[in-house]
């Protein structure tokens, strides 16, 4: 974990950035007494850093919580213990989610379920969307709304596997008409 905590401790220029990230790939990392090579970084959001782990042949997704500013967005307490909590939300919901496997909270980070798939974003600049997909997340976004919640609807935040839409966030906020699916999610759905 020492590599992820010097690369997210300070807010790096890109380039350097690019560079710390492309030395993390093929890296081992310890977490809670399981070695994990880091495969590729799958994206970076608001919260944190998510890479492609594995062990024993097993895919896993890390996260590691950052500290940088975000510029657009308030987080009403820690980044680790808002997403813990969110988790429990939606699973409570049932909304199809990546099933968390471990977290540590000295360490700021958690590991979750990888899900194998396209994102919607991919579906959709493949002109690949569905109505069937579409459907599936008008159902996300009445759950979200009937438990006074939204999510992040932006398509990066969703994975197509199998016929099943996965909302692979953990982010929640309160409910606002003017972040909900209709309202703001869907013109970045539109294709």
């Not at 997704?61 to 940088?68: A, D, P, S």
């Not at 969307?129 to 438990?147: P, R, V």
Request: proline share 2%.
């Amino acid at each position: 974990m020492q590599i992820c905590n010097i690369l997210i401790s300070k807010q790096l220029p890109f380039t350097l950035y690019r560079t710390h990230v492309k030395n993390m790939i093929g890296q081992t990392i310890s977490v809670n007494n399981k070695s994990f090579i880091i495969k590729r970084l799958l994206g970076k959001g608001k919260s944190g850093y998510s890479y492609l782990i594995e062990h024993e042949h097993e895919s896993l997704v890390l996260k590691q919580m950052h500290n940088e500013a975000c510029s657009f967005y308030e987080f009403k307490s820690d980044k680790l213990t808002a997403e813990l909590e969110a988790y429990q939300k939606l699973k409570a919901m049932q909304i199809r989610i990546p099933q968390l496997v471990d977290y540590n909270t000295a360490q700021n980070y958690l590991v979750k379920e990888y899900i194998a798939g396209k994102t919607a974003a991919e579906l959709i600049a493949e002109m690949k969307l569905t109505d069937a997909m579409l459907e599936q997340l008008f159902k996300m976004s009445y759950e979200a709304e009937k438990h006074s919640i939204n999510i992040d609807y932006f398509p990066t935040n969703f994975v197509l596997q199998n016929a099943d839409l996965v909302y692979i966030d953990y982010e929640i906020n309160p409910y606002d008409t003017k972040w909900n699916f209709a309202e703001w999610g869907i013109y970045y759905w539109a294709n």
